[in-house]
């Protein structure tokens, strides 16, 4: 028999969802400059001094996930690749988005690995990456909201839209 499992960047579209209530902005399906890459969710905090762009993978249910001498496995196969694409997925969204004229200064950038299917250890994990300069936040969906509830600052509406208009002119929609 068949069962229907949902695309994971749309699942985790819907587990987003609640946050717009909260003053989020939530830009969905984004090109990036000079590419074919489309990023399915893009995220303005309500503090505006930022982008957090998660990125939504299925694993196996039966394995484990886990970070191993600091990089991340999923039973045990390393799912280091999937790391250091969402870092370089990071770099060039934050570059897309804050060089152009005038410049944005400071635009901080959170990039999460959403992991559906696969259990997590810990339930949330940081993993290092060389092409990123923090480490990259590894989650499942139970973790996603009060991992991104818990970005710090003030509520700032008029630089979240800001942020927002700008993110959307220079990332047009798929």
């Given amino acids: 028999m068949w069962w229907f499992t949902p695309d994971p960047a749309d699942a985790t579209g819907q587990l987003l969802a609640p946050l717009r209530d909260e003053g989020w902005v939530i830009l969905t399906d984004r090109t990036l400059p000079k590419s074919h890459i489309v990023l399915p969710q893009v995220l303005v905090p309500p503090c505006g001094r930022g982008l957090v762009v ?12 886990v970070v191993v001498g600091g990089r991340l496995k999923c039973g045990r196969r390393s799912k280091q690749a999937a790391v250091r694409r969402l870092a370089d997925l990071a770099r060039r969204t934050q570059r897309a988005v804050s060089r152009p004229k005038p410049k944005w200064k ?61 993110t959307a002119f220079l990332l047009p929609e798929a």
């Fill in 106 to 166: 400071d635009l901080g950038m959170v990039p999460a690995l959403v992991v559906h299917g696969s259990p997590i250890f810990r339930h949330r994990d940081l993993v290092e990456c060389r092409q990123w300069p923090s480490p990259i936040t590894v989650l499942g969906p139970d973790g996603l909201l009060p991992a991104l509830q818990e970005i710090p600052g003030e509520p700032d509406p008029t630089r979240a839209g800001a942020l927002a208009e700008r």
């Fill in 54 to 65: 998660p990125v939504s993978h299925r694993w196996p249910k039966r394995n484990l996930t």
